[in-house]
């Protein structure tokens, strides 16, 4: 079992900036893929952004330029740093650890950008 501990989530203004925490109990080294997905309301879960054990990085067409997904190591902890945030970025995000064949989720953290 993984857990993981997000933080981060709040309310800002458009054109802010947030950044998110994903703290993990499995070192980062026997990790596959961690990653950021979110949902908003009346909306499907979608992926927002990955990076790989190689380090490699992937994100959603939507915030591209204005999120970085990044990993601490020593901390075991992934971030999300959000800038530029737009109202439709408002959403519950979901820490995403995957393992092999077995995914884990956070409890998710609410993100709130008003215009």
């Known amino acids: 079992q993984v857990q993981l501990v997000e933080s981060g989530g709040g309310l800002v203004q458009a054109g802010g900036s947030l950044r998110l925490s994903c703290a993990t109990s499995?070192?980062?080294?026997?990790?596959?893929?961690m990653g950021w997905y979110r949902q908003a309301p009346g909306n499907e879960r979608e992926l927002v952004a990955r990076?790989?054990?190689?380090?490699?990085?992937d994100y959603a067409d939507s915030v591209k330029g204005r999120f970085t997904i990044s990993r601490d190591s020593a901390k075991n902890t992934v971030y999300l740093q959000m800038n530029s945030l737009k109202p439709d970025d408002t959403a519950v995000y979901y820490c995403n650890v995957r393992i092999s064949i077995s995914n884990y989720w956070g409890k998710g953290t609410l993100v709130t950008v008003s215009s």
């Open positions: 990076i790989t054990g190689f380090g490699n990085t």
């Open positions: 499995r070192s980062i080294f026997s990790i596959d893929t």
